[in-house]
T-cell receptor, first 113, second 115 residues
Framework: KQEVTQIPAALSVPEGENLVLNCSFTDSAIYNLQWFRQDPGKGLTSLLL?????REQTSGRLNASLDKSSGRSTLYIAASQPGDSATYLCAVRSSGGSYIPTFGRGTSLIVHP | AAGVIQSPRHLIKEKRETATLKCYPIPRHDTVYWYQQGPGQDPQFLISFYEKMQSDKGSIPDRFSAQQFSDYHSELNMSSLELGDSALYFCASSLGGERANEKLFFGSGTQLSVL
């Protein structure tokens, strides 16, 4: 059964810092990995989707990398802003058995001015 | 662009009552997933549908049932509600079934409070 872990659980940084959020998974036979942002009490907003054959994806100040063999993905946020404050979740879609995305518990990020 | 629509946005029920949550996927999306998220928890998969047929089942209690209709919208029916059912219920949609390499798009969720 796929297990997804996100480290750190919480992060508080001053504005302007470059950040790295980590997502690890136990079964490297994955289909894809998707990063989401969730504001308190709100829905999940898709940030980036990385297919199993890809190494990274970029969107604006966000860059996500994937190392399937080591079971890891990182979300890099450049020049963080207070508006980036949210919980960031990764979801892994395994290619063996159920294809249902499995979520980590997320990293709660606070960027203070 | 149209997104996944969920209704109602908030729902308050008493114990042992029933509730129906609705989900309208993005137009042309044929796959719907239901997730439950407790406070401070990761979303837990409940059930999914592809082309109006149930395609996978997760930790959905027997008191809950769901279906996908001909217009691809889905409803989650919850009976004999318990306090522990209080959570944020998300619907997500995608194209092409679970094996397709497509993004999941989530609705804003229904916040269910059972008193």
């Amino acid at each position: 059964k796929q297990e997804v872990t996100q480290i750190p659980a919480a992060l508080s940084v001053p504005e302007g810092e470059n950040l790295v959020l980590n997502c690890s998974f136990t079964d490297s036979a994955i289909y894809n990995l998707q990063w989401f942002r969730q504001d308190p009490g709100k829905g999940l907003t898709s940030l980036l989707l990385i297919q199993s054959s890809q190494r990274e994806q970029t969107s604006g100040r966000l860059n996500a990398s994937l190392d399937k063999s080591s079971g890891r993905s990182t979300l890099y946020i450049a020049a963080s802003q207070p508006g980036d404050s949210a919980t960031y979740l990764c979801a892994v879609r395994s290619s063996g058995g159920s294809y249902i995305p499995t979520f980590g518990r997320g990293t709660s990020l606070i960027v203070h001015p | 662009a149209a997104g996944v629509i969920q209704s109602p946005r908030h729902l308050i029920k008493e114990k042992r009552e029933t509730a129906t949550l609705k989900c309208y996927p993005i137009p042309r999306h044929d796959t719907v997933y239901w997730y439950q998220q407790g406070p401070g928890q990761d979303p837990q998969f409940l059930i999914s549908f592809y082309e109006k047929m149930q395609s996978d089942k997760g930790s959905i209690p027997d008191r809950f049932s769901a279906q996908q209709f001909s217009d691809y919208h889905s409803e989650l029916n919850m009976s004999s509600l318990e306090l522990g059912d209080s959570a944020l219920y998300f619907c997500a949609s995608s194209l092409g079934g679970e094996r397709a390499n497509e993004k999941l798009f989530f609705g804003s969720g229904t916040q269910l409070s059972v008193l």
